[in-house]
């Protein structure tokens, strides 16, 4: 069934002068005596100990957080950097920080010296809560910034200036939080950075609001009276922050994390340990459950009723999988740091007890959600008619002239990359994603690549993506990148770097068998005149694939 129409025919945004994530995501749970008592952070260790902590718990240590930083001198607009992982002091800095009107900027583990050194520079940061996963990283990247003071939290509690425990201790459990206006800053979150370096995109308290048609159509109209919300993504961006932890906890929710890294079996075991109803699995994570797994629902019992996926193409063959082998259509959803879940699906997996829910359609990352105006346009602003590729851009006004609260601030300290952001006639309005995708009669949107991931070969215009997912379509095929190979007489000819799942192995039989297998399915300009094999494609700390490192490669070559 589809309602499509009639949701966003009367849909409206209700976002408050004085918003606060905080509030909105603890302090109001934590202060009903119904709701007090309720999980909303489980944590297992890699060990396999699970802690389970209350939206009291959450809330009182964020108190006594708050007042640990307003002891040590952060004030209203400071930013505070978090370098942890999923753990349950990372969900109580992000409430603590919050709910003072300081700015929370998490950064991932993953960042070297150098990155870490760079983003707490340009942020201006004057405080870092870090664990023992980031707290040798920290400490050599606040060489060159002595003022800047670190807490240090679990194992690396004795490496700080400050341990976690000790602040805590010592802290009241009482602390009245500012009533922040919508438009004040509540998170420092930096792009990944897949073309040229990192800006840091301030993200209003509103952002949350704009964030929940998303969350909320591709969880199949999240929650249910039994929802427990899990997702590798890391909490250090926008898909984990945004479109696991702070939502799930908004609607007051039992969210789990997950102390270790990403494995596919294990990924299964969390599910169906404890019962997890709703996830959040990037592409890369899928295609790899699906390599490992094929059948799953042989040996394990899965409770899912949604999966939302985004960061890169599901593309056919994961999508197939989801729904044969894991009985749950995936809800592909596209959005980025600066406008977060604004296309995606909302297809419902058991009966609806509402008018609610379009069908996904196969190969398409979605229709614009409830509260959002997107549209195909060219270079000058202009709306392109149905069925070219163009650039995707949203509106800053929804179809019924209200303001959409998604919008990011502006980057830090950078007006012209904020400018060059937005283009049109109409007070500059149409804001750009840099992400390429025709739009079919019924709204439907599909992925065509970056700006800079589409190129021409022998005058025809090619997106990585429809090889891409051709090819992981192969079972000897774990992942794939295509990116152009500069050619003196084709300007460019496609290339696949390939990794090859287990039980197979790189052959030059095998080049000519995944030649023919894309040939045979899609245009004859399409498929790879060359194949490479590789160990691991280089990836974001979003999960993406750095498309722009292999065509570097490819250049310099």
């Given at each position: 069934?589809?309602?499509?129409?009639?949701?966003?025919?009367?849909?409206?945004?209700?976002?408050?002068?004085?918003?606060?994530v905080?509030?909105?995501?603890?302090?109001?749970?934590?202060?009903?005596?119904?709701?007090?008592?309720?999980?909303?952070?489980?944590?297992?260790?890699?060990?396999?100990v699970?802690?389970?902590?209350?939206?009291?718990?959450?809330?009182?240590?964020?108190?006594?957080?708050?007042n640990?930083?307003?002891?040590?001198?952060?004030?209203?607009?400071?930013?505070?950097?978090?370098?942890?992982?999923?753990r349950?002091?990372?969900a109580?800095?992000?409430?603590?920080?919050?709910q003072?009107?300081?700015?929370?900027?998490?950064?991932?583990?993953?960042?070297?010296?150098?990155?870490?050194?760079?983003?707490?520079?340009?942020?201006?940061?004057?405080?870092?809560?870090?664990?023992?996963?980031?707290?040798?990283?920290?400490?050599?990247?606040?060489?060159?910034?002595?003022?800047?003071?670190?807490i240090?939290?679990?194992?690396?509690?004795?490496?700080?200036?400050?341990?976690y425990?000790?602040?805590?201790?010592?802290?009241?459990?009482?602390?009245?939080?500012?009533?922040?206006?919508?438009?004040?800053?509540?998170?420092?979150?930096?792009?990944?950075?897949?073309?040229?370096?990192?800006?840091?995109?301030?993200?209003?308290?509103?952002?949350?609001?704009?964030?929940?048609?998303?969350?909320?159509?591709?969880?199949?109209?999240?929650?249910?009276?039994?929802?427990?919300?899990?997702?590798p993504?890391?909490?250090?961006?926008?898909?984990?922050?945004?479109?696991?932890?702070?939502?799930?906890?908004?609607?007051?929710?039992?969210?789990?994390?997950?102390?270790?890294r990403?494995?596919?079996?294990?990924?299964?075991?969390?599910?169906?340990?404890?019962?997890?109803?709703?996830?959040?699995?990037?592409?890369?994570a899928?295609?790899?459950?699906?390599?490992?797994?094929?059948?799953?629902?042989?040996?394990?019992?899965?409770?899912?009723?949604?999966?939302?996926?985004?960061?890169?193409?599901?593309?056919?063959?994961?999508?197939?999988?989801?729904?044969?082998?894991?009985?749950?259509?995936?809800?592909?959803?596209?959005?980025?740091?600066?406008?977060?879940?604004?296309?995606?699906?909302?297809?419902?997996?058991h009966?609806?007890?509402?008018?609610?829910?379009?069908?996904?359609?196969?190969?398409?990352?979605?229709?614009p959600?409830?509260?959002?105006?997107?549209?195909?346009?060219?270079?000058?602003?202009?709306?392109?008619?149905?069925?070219?590729?163009?650039?995707?851009a949203?509106?800053?006004f929804?179809?019924?002239?209200?303001?959409?609260?998604?919008?990011?601030?502006?980057?830090?300290?950078?007006?012209?990359?904020?400018?060059?952001?937005?283009?049109?006639?109409?007070?500059?309005?149409?804001?750009?994603?840099?992400?390429?995708?025709?739009?079919?009669?019924?709204?439907?949107?599909?992925?065509?690549?970056?700006?800079?991931?589409?190129?021409?070969?022998?005058?025809?215009?090619?997106?990585?993506?429809?090889?891409?997912?051709?090819?992981?379509?192969h079972?000897?095929?774990?992942?794939?990148?295509?990116?152009?190979k500069?050619?003196a007489?084709?300007?460019?000819?496609?290339?696949?770097?390939?990794?090859?799942?287990?039980?197979?192995?790189?052959?030059?039989?095998?080049?000519?068998?995944?030649?023919?297998?894309?040939?045979?399915?899609?245009?004859?300009?399409?498929?790879?005149?060359e194949?490479?094999?590789?160990?691991?494609?280089?990836?974001?700390?979003?999960?993406?694939?750095q498309?722009?490192?292999?065509?570097?490669?490819?250049k310099?070559?």
């Amino acid at each position: 069934m589809d309602y499509y129409a009639s949701l966003h025919r009367e849909f409206s945004w209700k976002v408050p002068a004085r918003f606060n994530v905080a509030q909105a995501c603890c302090g109001r749970w934590a202060a009903d005596p119904r709701t007090a008592s309720n999980p909303a952070v489980i944590v297992e260790q890699e060990s396999g100990v699970v802690s389970r902590f209350s939206y009291a718990k959450l809330q009182s240590d964020a108190n006594r957080l708050s007042n640990a930083l307003r002891a040590l001198g952060v004030r209203p607009g400071d930013r505070v950097a978090i370098v942890m992982p999923q753990r349950f002091e990372t969900a109580v800095a992000h409430i603590a920080i919050t709910q003072m009107a300081a700015v929370a900027m998490p950064l991932s583990m993953l960042f070297g010296v150098e990155a870490l050194e760079f983003r707490l520079k340009d942020s201006g940061t004057c405080v870092v809560i870090a664990d023992e996963h980031a707290i040798l990283n920290i400490q050599a990247a606040r060489m060159s910034q002595p003022d800047i003071t670190v807490i240090g939290v679990g194992a690396a509690e004795p490496d700080g200036d400050h341990g976690y425990q000790t602040l805590l201790s010592s802290a009241s459990s009482v602390f009245r939080g500012r009533a922040t206006r919508a438009d004040d800053p509540a998170f420092f979150l930096y792009t990944s950075g897949t073309t040229g370096p990192p800006k840091g995109a301030l993200i209003p308290h509103r952002a949350l609001i704009g964030n929940l048609p998303g969350f909320v159509a591709s969880q199949n109209w999240f929650p249910n009276d039994a929802s427990v919300f899990w997702s590798p993504a890391d909490w250090a961006w926008t898909g984990g922050l945004m479109d696991a932890l702070l939502p799930t906890l908004y609607f007051g929710k039992p969210i789990l994390a997950f102390m270790g890294r990403f494995n596919p079996q294990r990924a299964f075991e969390l599910m169906q340990g404890h019962g997890v109803s709703h996830t959040f699995l990037f592409p890369t994570a899928l295609k790899a459950m699906m390599k490992s797994t094929p059948n799953p629902r042989a040996h394990y019992q899965l409770g899912l009723r949604a999966i939302m996926s985004a960061g890169e193409s599901v593309g056919e063959a994961v999508y197939d999988y989801c729904e044969s082998e894991l009985g749950v259509v995936v809800n592909e959803m596209f959005g980025q740091t600066e406008v977060n879940y604004i296309v995606g699906n909302g297809a419902m997996n058991h009966r609806p007890t509402a008018a609610v829910g379009w069908p996904a359609r196969r190969g398409s990352m979605g229709r614009p959600y409830p509260g959002h105006r997107v549209e195909v346009i060219d270079e000058q602003g202009r709306i392109l008619p149905r069925g070219e590729v163009g650039e995707v851009a949203i509106h800053r006004f929804d179809r019924h002239g209200a303001p959409d609260p998604i919008f990011f601030l502006g980057y830090w300290n950078n007006r012209q990359a904020t400018a060059s952001k937005f283009v049109g006639n109409d007070t500059q309005s149409w804001c750009r994603t840099g992400d390429m995708a025709m739009m079919d009669p019924d709204g439907y949107l599909f992925y065509q690549g970056r700006t800079d991931d589409v190129f021409k070969t022998s005058g025809y215009r090619v997106g990585p993506g429809e090889i891409e997912n051709c090819l992981v379509k192969h079972p000897a095929v774990a992942n794939a990148a295509v990116v152009p190979k500069p050619d003196a007489e084709r300007g460019a000819v496609v290339k696949a770097f390939v990794v090859v799942a287990p039980g197979h192995a790189p052959s030059a039989a095998l080049v000519d068998t995944l030649q023919a297998f894309v040939r045979e399915r899609l245009a004859p300009y399409q498929y790879p005149k060359e194949i490479e094999f590789i160990d691991a494609l280089p990836m974001t700390t979003t999960g993406k694939i750095q498309r722009n490192v292999l065509r570097a490669r490819e250049k310099q070559a």
